[in-house]
Nanobody
Framework: QVRLVESGGGLVQAGGSLRLSCAAS????????MAWFRQAPGKEREFVAA????????YVEDSMKGRFAISGDNVKNTMWLQMNGLKPEDTAVYYC???????????????????WGQGTQVTVSS
């Protein structure tokens, strides 16, 4: 059974930092793309960042560039999201997602991904 498990969320003051981790297990395939999404109460799920674990591609949503950075380790099957300069509007549940497939759907679209974690709560106080 494929599992994606997020960790590292919590409560932080505005301007602070958090590092989220996503550990993948139970798979027998290689990941193509993995990504972070977030969802605030009453809002749609929002793309944050994506990475090709085999290397050569990372992408962070424009509004978060300069504050957020995505990285990953293809051997450890782990992905991270470093979040600096956090703002109250960054408060959300953060989800990791992954796919082994090479379908022609944008990496910023939730439909691109076949597997999802349960999410980790990030709360930024003002």
């Amino acid at each position: 059974q494929v599992r994606l498990v997020e960790s590292g969320g919590g409560l932080v003051q505005a301007g602070g930092s958090l590092r989220l981790s996503c550990a993948a297990s139970g798979h027998t395939f290689s990941w193509n793309y993995m990504a972070w999404f977030r969802q605030a109460p009453g809002k749609e799920r929002e793309f944050v960042a994506a990475i090709r674990l085999s290397g050569g591609y990372t992408y962070v949503e424009d509004s978060m560039k300069g504050r957020f950075a995505i990285s990953g380790d293809n051997v450890k099957n782990t992905m991270w999201l470093q979040m600096n300069g956090l703002k109250p509007e960054d408060t959300a549940v953060y989800y990791c997602a992954g796919t082994p497939n090479r379908r022609g759907i944008s990496v910023i679209t939730p439909a691109r991904y076949d597997y999802w974690g349960q999410g980790t709560q990030v709360t930024v106080s003002s």
